[in-house]
């Protein structure tokens, strides 16, 4: 019996393990995401200065 129910304890920590790293993989996808965006986002508004300063 206890090699049953040892077997049944690894399954289900492997199957938490496995969700843990897909939430860290989906987090980790995220927040690439955003750092582009922000990227993006912080291009624009030096190129928005970078015109501002031509013009004085």
Same mark, same amino acid.
């Not at 993989?25 to 582009?36: N, Y």
């Given at each position: 019996? %206890?090699?049953?129910? #040892?077997?049944?304890?690894?399954?289900?920590?492997? $199957?938490?393990?496995? +969700?843990?790293?897909?939430?860290?993989?989906?987090?980790? %996808?995220?927040?690439? #995401?955003?750092?582009?965006?922000?990227?993006?986002? $912080?291009?624009?508004? +030096?190129?928005?200065?970078?015109?501002?300063?031509?013009?004085?």
């Amino acid at each position: 019996m %206890k090699n049953k129910n #040892e077997k049944s304890v690894a399954k289900v920590v492997a $199957l938490a393990m496995a +969700e843990t790293l897909k939430g860290f993989g989906e987090r980790g %996808k995220k927040l690439k #995401e955003q750092i582009k965006e922000n990227e993006r986002e $912080l291009e624009y508004y +030096e190129e928005k200065e970078k015109e501002a300063d031509e013009e004085h």
